[in-house]
């Protein structure tokens, strides 16, 4: 999924920096990567293979905060601190 969203939003922002490029819009970074985003946004709801994507997703992927959005990353991150936190636990005499 994030391939498809990379893969639209990177066409639809170079589009629009070509098409703004000598206009004042351009001048100004943080308003031109706003209409970059809202652009990406639009793009994004009218693209079917994102939206494929993005439905075979949320088929798999609850993306609860309680659950880490499903980052495998994150979840070895706590799994490895909390790992950490016990060592001194583990070694105390009571």
Known sequence: MESAEHRVRKAVGDKLKEQLKDQPESADPEKLEQLVKEAGDKALEKDAAYQQA???SDRHVRNWYC???GSARVYCMVGYSLAEAMKPLLTAKP
Do not use: G, N
């Open 54 to 56: 993005k439905a075979e």
């Open 67 to 69: 659950h880490y959005q």
